[in-house]
């Protein structure tokens, strides 16, 4: 199945060239749109409907023994052919906190270093405009998270690789015992080091070029967006503003009818439409909220695809440490045998002040060289197999990623354009109604 | 050149101008006025919004339409505040326009000078076509002169006079062109005025090459102002207002109010709609940086950009039309508010000199000669109604209690005022109380007094 489009970010069929450095083949193009296609049949989301229906606050004590206040999310789950059968099963359900999303969702990022995993709704309210309130248990704000929460659980059991894990198959259907199995796992041990994979990012010297672009192009798109919503809410203000003050029209109004005896009624109606004007704007905003929302969706995809990006970079600066290491050492096995330096080392230079070893000596040291060189060079072997795995699945996953990401902003702008057509609609229509009030006066 | 520019000479009575005659005025202390006078005084004038305002489909009402075959009646004061200035288009023979505005810089002042053009085919003018130039002086002039000469009427209000010069530029653009506007409103509602186009300050005004020659025949400057401000400061002393005056008083003080708040109500939205224009500018190029960087998605989010900026022109225009169309209105409509308000002070004035006058002319009476004369209450005196002479008797019942029981002698004078010229003071005198005798010393007395040029 051939790409659909061709995009700046997977256009290039990179072949790395430079030194014959072994470890950086070419990356193969596969089309995993037909893979993928078909694993879509199989994805939990085809065979369980999962729905975060309520949310709840709760009161307990928390690790370090102090009282603390959270919201509980209820998840149901029901399965999909009991309804086809006509048959309406209750669902099963079971509660989770926040921050047992967030530890599901660490596990998948660290077990699934190839996957773009998608994110959590925000941890904090951000990009707030004045009315609306920060405070994380507003209870609007608990809503918004809520479908966040939803649509989270919806995206990673629609993900054809990722809804087949069993942990996180238990974290919809297991309620006791789930952070224990899951900590069991110890996939805390397994992930990398931020130190490292920042000492990576800059060392590396030959990354898949795809990889880079890629990075590049999550960090604008983290930028554009956050500056989008940044300006987005100052335009609600603002806009919430202008609307208001039209709610002082209706008081004045209808203070003025009182002494019009022709005009008064004109007047009086006028003043109505005007309140009803001004308050139509909270619900306005409410569901612009919505479309912020889905904005910060993918401003927070925008983090996943760096993580895939950074792991990129890891495995191809091992791969690459791994390779330079072996090269030296098959430098030195060659000095030792040849008995010549070609480059200056401390051995040299004490062989020389000290004298040269025995033959038995250096035979020795061969030895135990040829067998690190033949160490090195399985593993290097198996490193590059890694690395072209990773590569290649990565990438899989990041078509689909993009695919996904065109066809929801689409579908986000279009809705957001249908809302700005209803509310521009709303307005004409209580303007003309207030125009008919005053023709008639 | 003389005052007034070609033929003006006396002002003459013209068929449509002058104030009617008082005797068909209904007096405003009657008691019961007439049922025309109390639906012409209701305390609701009719509003209109200039033709330019509206939608063309839409048809304003025109009110109460401008009488013209009585326009100079009192009672139709409300009428002038009628904006619908489209009277039929074929009755019009005076055309006046305001525009051309030019800096004039002398050593003293510099000022702005506006051309005012007229185009007429009225007799009363010399030439068809006319062209001066005017500054705002000469409109503060022309206006105070209106309102001299026509206390009863409404003149049409002018543009703020002072304006706060660190605050405002007076001579940019945007202002000069606001006043500009405003003045030339001002002379086109004058000029269809009915009455006030015939006013000879007004004629002069559009006709004279140099107007301050003619100013300087007027009153002086001080003593108008001194009356001007009589006129308007100071809370008369009244025994009490008439009804319809003290409710059009109370409507007027509330209206001025709201139209207040309406006024600043809307310079509220359009200062928030410019901050949200500001916003709204720096969100639509975001769009577009973001295009920048997506394939697929270029276009729509172009799209998107696209759509906002056409948002922020459209916002633009709306906030310039309110200003240009919506807040002009409305103060003007305040400021003919306080021209109203300020022709209710100068009735009120006008009541309180007459109560006064009544009180001094009530007490004169003790100087006027007494005669003695017999007299009884409730006689009809049929001879009386046809002269002009009214007397008036208190009974003797009543005499008796404090003072002597009198005749008091009104003359009916042309303007239905009676005055009072005379007390008769009776005596009684019991042989002498028939109503024979007292038809012939009345008759006596009458006789005496109109031969006696004792009252003129």
Not at chain 1, 82 to 111: H, I
């Amino acid at each position: 199945m051939e790409r659909p489009e061709a995009e700046p970010l997977g256009a290039s069929h990179s072949c790395q060239t430079g030194e014959a450095e072994p470890g950086t083949g070419p990356a193969e193009e596969e089309p995993g749109g037909a893979a993928a296609g078909t694993m879509m049949e199989d994805c939990l989301s085809k065979k369980i409907e999962i729905t975060v229906s309520e949310a709840e606050k709760r009161t307990g004590r928390n690790a370090m023994n102090m009282q603390e206040t959270y919201t509980a999310y209820l998840i149901e789950t029901r399965a999909v052919e009991s309804q086809t059968e006509g048959q309406c099963s209750p669902p099963d359900s079971l509660w989770r906190r926040y921050s047992e999303f967030e530890l599901l969702r660490n596990y998948l990022l660290v077990n699934y270093p190839h996957i773009v995993v998608p994110p959590l709704p925000e941890k904090r309210a951000e990009f707030v405009w004045h009315k609306l309130s920060a405070d994380n248990m507003d209870p609007d704000f608990v809503e918004r998270r809520r479908i966040g929460l939803e649509n989270f659980l919806i995206r990673v059991a629609s993900h054809p690789i990722i809804c087949q894990d069993k942990i996180f198959y238990s974290f919809l259907t297991q309620e006791g015992g789930w952070k224990e199995m899951v900590n069991e796992t110890g996939f805390q041990l397994k992930a990398d080091s931020r130190l490292k994979a920042l000492n990576a990012t800059f060392r590396v010297k030959n990354p898949d070029k795809r990889f880079t672009e890629l990075k590049h192009y999550s960090d604008e798109l983290q930028s554009v967006i956050s500056h989008l919503l940044r300006v987005r809410a100052r335009v609600a203000d603002r806009l919430y503003g202008v609307y208001k003050v039209h709610g002082n029209y209706g008081r004045v109004f209808s203070e003025w009818s009182a002494i019009e005896k022709e005009m008064g009624d004109g007047l009086q109606s006028a003043g109505h439409h005007m309140d009803v004007y001004a308050g139509s704007i909270d619900d306005i905003l409410e569901e612009e909220e919505h479309y912020a929302d889905q904005l910060k969706e993918y401003l927070f995809y925008a983090e996943a695809l760096r993580a895939v990006c950074r792991k990129h970079e890891l495995m191809q600066y091992d791969l690459e440490i791994a390779a330079q290491d072996l090269a030296s050492k098959k430098q030195q096995c060659e000095e030792l045998a040849t008995g010549t330096l070609r480059t200056f080392s401390l051995k040299g230079m004490t062989s020389k002040l000290f004298g040269q070893e025995t033959p038995e000596q250096r035979e020795g040291k061969i030895k135990v060289l040829e067998e690190q060189i033949h160490e090195g060079e399985e593993q290097l072997k198996s490193k590059n197999v890694e690395s072209r795995e990773f590569v290649k699945s990565a990438w899989t996953d990041i078509e689909r990623f993009k695919e996904q990401k065109n066809h929801d902003l689409k579908e986000a702008l279009i809705s957001y354009a249908v809302m700005q057509i209803s509310m521009c609609k709303k307005g004409i229509q209580v303007w003309t109604n207030a125009k008919e009030c005053f023709s008639k006066m | 050149m003389s005052a007034g520019g070609g033929g003006l000479g006396t002002p003459r009575a013209l068929p449509s101008s002058g104030p009617r005659a008082l005797r068909d005025m209904p007096h405003p202390l009657a008691a019961s006025s007439s049922e025309e006078a109390a639906s012409e005084l209701t305390p609701s004038p009719d509003l209109l919004l200039p033709r330019s305002f509206a939608d063309k489909d839409l048809s304003l009402p025109n009110g109460t339409p401008v009488d013209t075959s009585s326009p100079a009646s009192s009672s139709s004061l409300l009428n002038r505040l009628q904006l619908d200035d489209d009277l039929d288009g074929e009755t019009r023979d005076l055309f006046v326009t305001v525009d051309d505005p030019k800096k004039h810089i002398c050593t003293m002042e510099t000022y702005i000078t506006y051309r005012v053009t007229t185009k007429t085919t009225r007799a009363e003018f010399d030439l068809p076509e006319y062209s001066v130039r005017r500054r705002y002086q000469d409109f503060d002039w022309l206006r105070n002169k209106l309102e001299e000469s026509q206390p009863t009427h409404l003149i049409p209000p002018l543009p703020e006079k002072f304006v706060m010069k660190g605050v405002v530029d007076r001579f940019s653009e945007e202002f000069v062109e606001t006043r500009r506007k405003a003045l030339d409103k001002f002379l086109k509602r004058i000029a269809d005025h009915p009455v006030l186009s015939f006013n000879e300050h007004f004629n002069v005004f559009l006709t004279a090459k140099d107007l301050n020659v003619y100013k300087k025949q007027g009153m002086a400057l001080l003593s108008k102002m001194g009356e001007s401000v009589k006129y308007v400061t100071g809370a008369y002393k009244l025994r009490s207002r008439p009804l319809e005056f003290a409710a059009i008083g109370d409507y007027l003080d509330t209206f001025v109010l709201k139209l207040g708040t309406i006024d600043r109500i809307a310079q509220r939205i359009i200062k928030e709609e410019l901050e949200y224009l500001l916003e709204l500018r720096e969100y639509g190029p975001v769009y577009s940086t973001w295009g920048g960087l997506e394939m697929e998605l270029a276009e729509p989010l172009e799209g998107v950009s696209a759509c906002i900026g056409n948002c922020c022109t459209a916002l633009e225009e709306l906030s310039d039309d309110m200003t240009e169309d919506f807040l002009p209105v409305l103060r003007e409509y305040i400021l003919y508010s306080e021209s109203m308000k300020n022709v209710l002070k100068k009735r009120d004035q006008v009541q309180a000199e007459y109560e006064a006058k009544l009180e001094a002319v009530a007490l004169k009476k003790e100087d006027r000669p007494k005669l003695c004369l017999l007299f009884r209450r409730g006689m009809a005196l049929p001879e009386v109604s046809n002269s002009s002479i009214i007397l008036t008797v208190t009974s003797l019942e009543e005499a008796g209690r404090c003072e002597p029981p009198k005749i008091e002698v009104y003359l009916l004078e042309e303007t239905k005022m009676s005055r009072l010229v005379g007390t008769v003071f009776l005596f009684w005198c019991p042989e002498y109380c028939t109503l024979e005798w007292s038809w012939l010393i009345l008759r006596t007395f009458r006789w005496a007094l109109q031969k006696c040029p004792v009252f003129g």
